[in-house]
């Protein structure tokens, strides 16, 4: 019986490694999920509405996220939200968006945004 040289050795155990299949090539990543459609409610991270982070709103979740903005709207917490509480959630919203876009806070609601010069 002959003795393999270490060249020969080398190159039987290389093949030997290069043909057995890796478990990472048998299972492809799944693809990401597509986007939401255009207008869609998204609940992502940072909207509160998927508390368990599964992925999923159930119908617990979603009344749990209206419940909330229903405290925050109803300022002087009678259970009932008023036309001047309605306005008062509708001014502050478009701050918010206007500060968002760039607009000095404050500013008219027809106000358009500040370019990043301040012009």
Request: glycine share 12%.
């Amino acid at each position: 019986m002959s003795m393999l040289s270490p060249l020969r050795l080398s190159a039987a155990l290389g093949a030997a490694l290069f043909c057995i299949p890796s478990a990472q090539a048998q299972t492809p990543p799944a693809p990401p999920p597509p986007p939401p459609p255009a207008g869609a409610w998204q609940a992502g991270p940072g909207h509160g509405a998927d508390s368990n982070g599964d992925g999923v709103i159930t119908r617990e979740e979603f009344l749990a996220v209206a419940a909330r903005r229903f405290e925050r709207m109803d300022s002087n917490n009678d259970g009932r939200i008023d036309q001047a509480e309605q306005q008062a959630m509708r001014g502050q919203m478009r701050g918010q968006m206007r500060h968002r876009r760039g607009a000095p806070m404050g500013a008219p609601a027809g106000m358009p945004p500040q370019d990043p010069d301040g012009e």
